[in-house]
């Protein structure tokens, strides 16, 4: 009697286990398609590296491909709701920034914000670690382009491996382009403007894969002439040593312009055609450079120019 009713509770306590364990087989199947949902829409990026490989922006960022139009960015917004030349100071413009491979002015190829102005970057910053130099007056002059915690990234001819984010001292998140934090030009006005170009020998527009954008023009190599160097340029950097040492002061403009410091440079990087001249208003002694020139003494103009001429 005993081991009748023995086995009968065993029996009944195995069916029970088999009867649990198959509605665990049930709830596992489904976590495959409760993933598969998860993973599906905008490419949301937490730590750690993104969902294709490539470093990730962090913060909750997404990393969306194609324009802030393509994607339905509401009108006001992001990058259409920057003031030009000024910090992105405003909830609604640090929603999102527009990064897109185009050209700019003499720059092609060079990465614009979704208003079509140029981004550039600073030799003074670091891109392997990411880390952003320029702060207080520094970036009011060059607005560093930042995104709100849990924003987006359009990319535009930009790869996804090299958009990503740096944390500034102020605690805003910064876009980077190949690592290197990027900014706006306080003097750019309107889209497609590039007088940042070459300023200070430190600062240049930035290419899609995080380079320096104009080429041997870019590097600071003093050549002078070369392809691409005859067409008239709209700016000049003028450095007070040779072989484009600071201190320096730049220039931009049409026609006439008058040098706010005259007579102290002795090397200069340009981009195309200008003429230089040894007097204010353009008269005295000239010179027609054509690229940079490492040393102004080699043309008979060391701590001679007062005033050049764009056109």
């Known amino acids: 009697m005993n081991r009748t009713r023995t086995a009968t509770i065993v029996a009944a306590a195995t069916a029970g286990v088999l009867l649990l364990t198959a509605c665990g087989g049930d709830n596992d199947s489904s976590a495959p398609e409760s993933s598969a949902a998860a ?6 990026v937490g ?4 969902a294709d490989g490539g470093p990730s922006a962090g913060q909750g960022l997404s990393l969306l491909g194609g324009t802030a139009k393509a ?16 910090p992105a100071v405003k909830a609604e413009a640090q929603q999102w920034v527009q990064l897109s491979a185009s050209k700019a002015g003499a720059l092609n190829p060079v990465v614009v914000n979704g208003a079509g102005f140029t981004l550039y970057r600073f030799d003074k910053d670091t891109a392997n670690p990411s880390k952003s130099t320029c702060a207080g007056e520094c970036a009011s002059t060059w607005p560093p382009v930042v995104v709100a915690q849990g924003g987006k990234i359009f990319l535009d001819g930009v790869a996804t491996s090299k958009a990503g984010t740096v944390r500034r001292a102020d605690g805003t998140l910064q876009v980077t382009v190949g690592g290197w934090p990027v900014y706006r030009f306080s003097k750019d006005t309107k889209p497609g ?11 240049f527009g930035v290419t899609p894969d995080g380079k ?35 201190p320096s002061q730049g220039l931009a403009g ?21 003429k230089i001249w040894s007097e204010a208003n353009c008269k005295g002694k000239s010179k027609v450079v054509n690229g940079d020139v490492a040393d102004l003494a ?11 001429f764009f056109g």
């Open 39 to 44: 993973g599906s829409g905008s490419h949301a």
């Open 47 to 50: 730590q750690g590296k993104a």
């Open 71 to 86: 994607n339905n960015a509401p009108p006001r917004t992001g990058d259409w709701a920057n003031e030009p030349g000024k």
């Open 193 to 203: 403007d590039t007088k940042g170009q070459g300023v200070g020998g430190t600062w």
């Open 212 to 246: 320096k954008a104009g080429g041997a023009a870019a590097t600071g190599n003093g050549d002078q002439g070369g392809a691409g160097q005859e067409k008239p340029a709209t700016s000049v950097v003028l450095f007070d040593n040779a072989a484009f040492g600071d």
């Open 254 to 274: 049409k026609g006439c312009q008058n040098v706010a410091r005259d007579n102290v440079a002795s090397s200069l990087q340009v981009q195309g055609r200008l």
């Open 298 to 308: 080699t043309i008979g103009f060391d701590n001679d120019i007062s005033s050049v």
